[in-house]
């Protein structure tokens, strides 16, 4: 097995260890030790590095397994290693952004899914490569997320659809709500500090910049100067107060970077000291207004919450238009010379049914050929039965068009017509009932099918247009 050593300057970093090959072994072995400069290489006894995930300018992050838990459960260990000459002042702050980091995951870590857990934080203290000397380091052990950072996603991927910017804000949006309405300030938010698990979760990392507003030493929310360039808002970099907003900022800049594929100060115009961006993405107007408020440079301009932003993120209700109003007596002002009066809405008539359609059908059949054989019994000339049934039947199709006639007058309506017919037997023409009845349905059902093969014919033109 491989350990890698977590000592800054180590030669030769990488150890092996063929006995720890076995898991047995591996949960019960003492002490192991780096072979090329003796630092303790199974951190707070249990944590084991096996590699190294990257180096910044106050620490390294390794990834490392837990012995003492079944299955050897994956984190990340991040140690406090400042870079550079620093003064005593500069190194007491980066050693409390550490040690915040710890306080804040403690603190938020278990409470919200989309924010790392805390396992353990702890010094440890070795004999330093100088003679006589020794060496203090801290550890910050926390939750192992299996993906990869938006940074290396485009990287890989290409810049980002609209479609996922958007799923980036509805995600991240929620986590900032809950760390700023705990008086907490992440002033770090970019590419490399959002990751996505391969679930395609997404996660908000590296509180280590964290401001605590509510809950800071006299209450203080002054700027400490520690921020990535291009990210951060004007206030933060002049180290004055920072906000909620100073977030919803840095989120706008990364969102930005990730659309367009640009890193951030090829997007920033110092000449009109504007962020000039739209041109370079493919995005709707609504969420680019968004996106431009959130980046607006005095912080009372921007949202104020993240609540703010996925609200005006939602889909606005849609318009409902009154079909009718109550009459209200109200005194009309003259009409200005030359102005058009009000015209009167018209009525919007809702479509019909297919039910409808077919027992309309089914009335102008029947009711039309009682009619035929009424007027044919009055009139005796077939031509005038027929123009006089077409007039009549034209009438009573246009009353269910305007509903006038509908549901149960159209029951009614037939009823009465085969009553008459019925009672007074000169209006049949000396045909039996039995035989008006059947003309009557047989001519109720050519109507509906005449009127199903239309409407198919209908519906087929208009797929096809």
């Not at 440079?297 to 932003?309: D, G, I, L």
Request: charge should be neutral.
């Amino acid at each position: 097995m491989e350990v890698y050593c977590t000592r800054p300057r180590c030669a030769r970093p990488k150890n092996h260890f063929a006995d720890l090959d076995d898991v047995t072994t591996l949960k019960t072995t003492q002490q192991k030790y780096c072979t090329s400069c003796g630092m303790p290489l199974l951190l707070d006894g249990r944590y084991v590095p096996t590699k190294l995930l990257g180096r910044g300018g106050f620490g390294a992050a390794f990834l490392a397994s837990d012995r003492r838990i079944p299955g050897m459960r994956k984190c990340v260990v991040k140690q406090f290693q400042p870079a550079g000459n620093l003064t005593a002042d500069q190194l007491q702050l980066a050693q409390n952004l550490f040690e915040r980091e710890a306080e804040v995951l403690a603190q938020i870590g278990n409470e919200h899914e989309q924010i790392p857990d805390l396992f353990a934080f702890f010094p440890v203290t070795v004999q330093s490569l100088q003679l006589g000397e020794k060496e203090q380091f801290f550890y910050l052990v926390q939750e192992y997320i299996d993906g990869q950072n938006l940074e290396e996603e485009l990287v890989q991927e290409g810049k980002f659809s609209e479609v996922g910017v958007t799923q980036i804000l509805t995600e991240i949006l929620p986590v900032l709500t809950f760390i700023h309405d705990r008086g907490i300030i992440h002033r770090d938010i970019k590419p490399s500090n959002i990751m996505r698990r391969r679930d395609g979760r997404l996660f908000l990392l590296d509180f280590g910049a964290v401001k605590q507003v509510t809950n800071a030493p006299g209450g203080s929310t002054a700027s400490t100067g520690i921020y990535s360039m291009g990210f951060a808002p004007p206030e933060q970099m002049s180290g004055g107060q920072v906000f909620p907003s100073t977030d919803l900022y840095a989120l706008a800049v990364t969102l930005i970077t990730l659309i367009t594929g640009k890193e951030a100060n090829k997007l920033f115009d110092a000449y009109s000291n504007q962020w000039q961006w739209r041109t370079q993405a493919t995005i709707n107007d609504r969420l680019a207004d968004i996106l431009d408020k959130m980046l607006l440079p005095a912080a009372s301009q921007r949202f104020q919450s993240a609540a703010e932003v996925l609200e005006a993120l939602s889909p606005p209700p849609p318009t409902i238009l009154p079909t009718a109003l109550p009459p209200q007596k109200q005194a009309h002002p003259p009409k200005p010379q030359g102005q058009k009066p009000p015209q009167k809405p018209i009525p919007i008539q809702s479509a019909f049914a297919t039910w409808e359609l077919l027992a309309g059908a089914a009335f102008s059949g029947f009711e039309g050929a009682l009619i035929a054989i009424a007027l044919l019994s009055l009139v005796k000339n077939p031509i005038i039965t027929l123009a006089i049934s077409v007039v009549i039947l034209s009438g009573l199709i246009f009353a269910q068009t305007k509903r006038w006639l509908e549901k149960f007058d159209l029951l009614i309506i037939p009823t009465i017509s085969f009553a008459i017919i019925f009672i007074i037997p000169f209006l049949r023409s000396g045909i039996v009932m039995q035989q008006v009845l059947i003309f009557a349905v047989t001519s109720a059902l050519i109507a509906i099918a005449v009127t199903t093969i239309f409407r198919l014919i209908y519906k087929l033109i208009s797929s096809i247009i």
